[in-house]
């Protein structure tokens, strides 16, 4: 991200730059670099039971629910410092429900996560400042089509590869992924 970039005036259509995310199919609207670093806009189309690790980073980050339904963890950081419950107590105790028009806000350094509950969702996702595209185009891949991959038989990124990029643009890993419902 190029905090130094000036921002350019932009009318963006119905496309976008289509990745491959880990099993996402992933559309950049809006860079960092196109808005001078004010922020990153990316269409996200997921499949059931997707679901990041419980995670926090440096930029504020909101969901829309444009399609389908998810379930959003917003966890208080002594609660994402883990316990030897299976599963974690944030599962339970920060669950809600969002379907379409729903918005989640996690605020830079908050622990998050979400898992899709429908049979796909289509969510825009905002980070503010830009950023979390950056993650988003360091582990994927340019989509053959516009639609989601097969499921994969093994890990999409290497975890050495998944690690150097998350150390590189800060973010941190709080605990698993939420359990599949």
């Known amino acids: 991200m190029a905090m130094e970039e000036v921002a350019q005036p932009q009318v963006v259509g119905s496309s976008g730059e289509a990745l ?3 099993g996402t199919l992933a559309r950049i609207k809006l860079d960092g670099q196109q808005t001078g670093g004010r922020f990153g806009v990316f269409e996200g189309l997921l499949p059931r039971g997707a679901a990041p690790p419980l995670h926090s980073h440096p930029q504020d980050e909101t969901f829309y629910v444009l399609d389908g339904e998810i379930t959003a963890w917003l966890v208080e950081p002594e609660l994402a410092a ?3 419950g299976e599963p974690p107590a944030w599962v339970e105790r920060c669950a809600q429900r969002c379907g379409v028009g729903g918005m989640v806000f ?3 350094g908050t622990p998050h996560t979400f898992r899709v509950e429908s049979d796909t969702a289509r969510m825009l996702v905002i980070s503010t400042p830009a950023g979390i595209e950056d993650y988003v185009r360091a582990l994927s891949e340019p989509a053959r089509w516009p639609w989601l991959q097969p499921p994969s038989d093994g890990p999409r990124v290497p975890p ?4 150097a990029v998350e150390r590189e643009l800060g973010m941190v890993r709080h605990g698993p992924p939420p359990p599949p419902a």
């Open 106 to 108: 996690a605020p830079g």
């Open 160 to 163: 050495e590869r998944m690690q």
């Open 20 to 22: 491959w995310f880990l």
């Open 82 to 84: 883990g316990d030897s």
